[in-house]
Nanobody
Framework: QLQASGGGLVQAGDSLRLSCAAS????????LGWFRQAPGKEREFAAA????????FYADSVKGRFTISRDNAKNTAYPQMNSLKLEDTAVYYC?????????????????WGQGTLVTVSS
């Protein structure tokens, strides 16, 4: 079971760190993805990390501003979001799949957590 948290209301230019916590003892078996869905838009890929945390990749829209990491001992992943923009406003979801490598394709994830809302104001 995945649980995303850490969302809130911030101003443009601020930083925010989300968390994705998982129950169970198999967290390190999953690669993880972060997706977001803005009002009236389709869900889109934001960032992903492989099982060990040694490989990450990002959507062009967040590259250089977002950093994803994980602590397998704590069963938690952390997307750090810096220099937030108005267009980053969305519900953010974490997802897991039983593969070493992550993917940008949301249909290829096995498990999803409930989202956490991030609102960026001017």
């Amino acid at each position: 079971q995945l649980q995303a948290s850490g969302g809130g209301l911030v101003q443009a230019g601020d930083s925010l760190r989300l968390s994705c916590a998982a129950s169970g003892r198999t967290f390190s078996s999953y690669s993880l993805g972060w997706f977001r869905q803005a009002p009236g838009k389709e869900r889109e890929f934001a960032a992903a990390i492989n099982r060990s945390g040694g490989s990450t990749f990002y959507a062009d829209s967040v590259k250089g501003r977002f950093t994803i990491s994980r602590d397998n001992a704590k069963n938690t992943a952390y997307p750090q979001m810096n220099s937030l923009k108005l267009e980053d406003t969305a519900v953010y979801y974490c997802a897991a799949r039983v593969r070493d490598t992550a993917t940008m394709k949301y249909a290829e994830y096995d498990y999803w957590g409930q989202g956490t809302l991030v609102t960026v104001s001017s």
